[in-house]
């Protein structure tokens, strides 16, 4: 993808790896001293088009991304810190990176996701794909007017669970990318699938960021979605993994 090479996402997956690499372990990975990245990952400077092709190979040929993710998601000990997937601007941008070249092939108009947990992740993944964001809510305000309402069953409260929209912030036919940051089961998806029907939009795809069981398959076969669900990462005894 020719976008790809850009100094723009040169720089920000720069500053992406420095949530795991000190500037001497990018040095010593990128062929680059340590002030001109500095100077990159601070945006004074960006790269030229051949530097941040080289750059952006060297991340790719070592998986630097992934590693990163694996460093900054599970900490020191191993344990999983679900805030830094959540709330990390840094490791949000290379999630949203990843999730871009997944789905470089979808078309994208809104990123639509629930509960109001995901509003980071929605918001950067809606930059990458330039798109626009909706965050539904169990909460319904007066001054959304219109609403999209729908409802799903949660086996973890126990109760059903009612989820609004605005009518107006899902346009008639735009292509809706769904998104769940953390998940084992997927439930509330059937729920923003029925606002999007609703809206008489279209699904482009459902983004899980990191799958903690394989729970959402059930999810995704029953409400015959399947197809459209792509997982970045799944939680394992040894670590996470990356799917292709």
């Not at 490791?91 to 108009?109: F, N, T």
């Not at 899980?208 to 398959?217: I, Q, T």
């Not at 394992?236 to 799917?243: A, K, S, V």
């Amino acid at each position: 993808m020719e976008a790809e090479e850009s100094s723009y996402i040169a720089a920000k997956l720069l500053c992406g790896l420095k949530e795991a690499f000190t500037f001497k372990e990018l040095e010593e990975l990128l062929g680059i001293p340590a002030q001109v990245l500095w100077r990159y990952t601070s945006f004074s400077h960006f790269p030229e088009r051949q530097t941040s092709r080289k750059i952006i190979e060297a991340i790719r040929s070592q998986s630097l991304v992934e590693k990163a993710l694996q460093r900054a998601l599970l900490g020191k000990q191993g344990v999983l810190e679900e805030w830094r997937l959540l709330f990390n601007p840094r490791v949000l941008d290379l999630v949203g990176y990843l999730a871009w070249r997944k789905l470089a092939d979808s078309e994208v108009d809104l990123v639509l996701t629930y509960p109001e947990r995901n509003a980071a992740v929605a918001a950067i993944l809606a930059g990458w794909f330039s798109a626009g964001v909706c965050v539904a809510s169990e909460r319904g305000r007066a001054s959304w007017g219109k609403l999209l309402s729908s409802q799903y069953i949660s086996s973890e409260r126990d109760e059903v669970v009612y989820v609004h929209a605005p009518r107006d912030a899902i346009e008639k036919d735009s292509k809706v990318l769904i998104v769940e940051s953390i998940t084992a089961n997927l439930e509330p998806l059937g729920a923003l699938l029925s606002l999007v029907e609703q809206a008489k939009a279209h699904l482009s795809a459902v983004l899980v960021v990191l799958a903690l069981s394989d729970g959402w398959v059930k999810t995704a076969e029953k409400l015959g979605v399947l197809d459209k669900v792509r997982v970045l990462m799944a939680k394992t005894p040894e670590g996470i993994r990356f799917l292709p």
